[in-house]
């Protein structure tokens, strides 16, 4: 997928290039608005997540969760009605004055916690469950299919406005063209989780559904390569931090857990930008 992206950005930069002089007007951003699509890469922070209901109340520490790549395909990753599959990033914004956006977004992120993994637990759980019923303070225990899965799969949402600058960096690669532009863009984003979290637990009901779960805030910097003054493709590293206090582990209202964790995502993104 990373490849056949790169590939697609040093076409569209030769063709950008062809037929231009070193006489150019500056690109003028300030009034217009943009759009874009994109993938990300994801990785998560361990993190310890705290399981309360009827009769049990309990702490795991230190969880080890991944994000879930989809296999590339173009039904997958270019089919209206399946691109929520994979990892991914929408976005519009506004340019309010020349270098600075604000802007509205979808980070689409998917948080797998690792099966069978070996943590320590704290607290209690008094169900009927002859295997897990017990006082725990520090216990090892393996996180086994009749115990827990636990996954943000469709998917850990990172609704958020973020507020971005962009400073065209051309001059830095010796570019000297009207239709091509480097831009350095950077800033921050504040917003809410709203994932859709599948959860099953000590054998209860299994949990499948949105909820607002909490908040989170991140940092990002990146690459922007603008062509034909309207089209650009970009490449960003964000990283934050998300705290979720109200998670729907089972259908049972009185079940919730908790959490928080810092993440990292890699993006590739593909947009416009234009005039209304």
Known sequence: MKKTILLCLFLLIGIAAIGQNSEHEKHKNKGKFFVYWGWNWASYSDSDIHFTGDNYDFT???VVATDRQSKFSFNDYFNPGRI???????RIGYFFKENYTISLGVDHMKYVMKPDQLVTINGTINIGNTTYDGSYLNTPIQLE???????????LNYVNVELYRFDDISSWFGIDMENLQ???????GLGVLYPKTNA?????????????????????IGLNITFLKH???????????IYMPSIKTTN???DNASQSFYFLQNNILIGGKFKI
């Open 60 to 62: 795991l520490n230190n």
């Open 182 to 188: 480097i831009n350095l863009t950077e800033g921050l």
């Open 231 to 241: 089209f650009f493709i970009q490449t960003d590293v964000k990283g934050g931090y």
């Open 252 to 254: 049972t209202s009185i």
């Open 84 to 90: 929520t599959i994979p990892q991914t990033n929408f």
């Open 200 to 220: 099953t637990l000590l054998g209860k009901d299994r949990s499948d559904r949105f909820h607002l779960s909490g908040y989170g805030s991140s940092v990002g």
């Open 145 to 155: 299919e009749d115990f827990l899965r636990f996954e943000h799969t469709d998917g």
